[in-house]
């Protein structure tokens, strides 16, 4: 038992001993490690307000983002506007361009029918009044075989010519 109860020089010589320790200690590793444990909660404080602040650049990045994509849109929307108002002026242009060229092909192709019209017209007159000429003289050489009929052709066209 008398490890277990101690004797005052036991007890005097921790006690010397603790205050030694605790003497060294504060001297020597107290204030290094106090420093290092002051230096971690200054890095960590750092490090929580540099997450404080990207955090912050972030939303600012996104707000960024957001818009840049809004505006890309706003513009995309007024390219594809404007593609699409070029186009139906284009194709306009297109339409009325053959319309104007269709309508000069067709009044061109009416000035050539009407020319081959006239053209048929004339040679058909033409032809009509040779076959009236020679069906005329065919009917007069039967008519005006015999001198009598001559003479008398000959008389009735003097009498027309004087009256006139």
Not at 41 to 66: G, R, S, V
Not at 103 to 126: C, G, V
Request: aromatic share 4%; hydrophobic share 45%; no cysteine.
């Amino acid at each position: 038992m008398e490890l277990l109860t101690p004797s005052i020089g036991n007890i005097f010589w921790t006690a010397v001993v603790f205050l030694l320790l605790v003497i060294l200690l504060t001297t020597f590793a107290w204030k290094p490690i106090l420093s290092a444990v002051k230096t971690r909660e200054d890095n960590i404080h750092d490090a929580l307000n540099q997450a404080k602040l990207a955090k912050k650049e972030m939303e600012d990045l996104k707000a960024d983002n957001e818009r840049i994509i809004r505006e890309a849109k706003i513009e995309r929307d007024s390219i594809l506007k404007e593609a699409r108002e070029i186009k139906d002026r284009i194709v306009a242009e297109a339409k009325d361009a053959a319309k104007s060229e269709g309508d000069k092909l067709i009044e061109a192709a009416r000035q050539t029918i009407n020319a081959e019209k006239n053209a048929a017209m004339a040679d058909i007159k033409s032809q009509i009044g040779t076959l009236s000429v020679n069906i005329a003289e065919s009917i007069l050489k039967q008519k005006l075989e015999n001198n009598e009929a001559q003479n008398e052709l000959v008389q009735n066209y003097l009498n027309k010519s004087n009256l006139n």
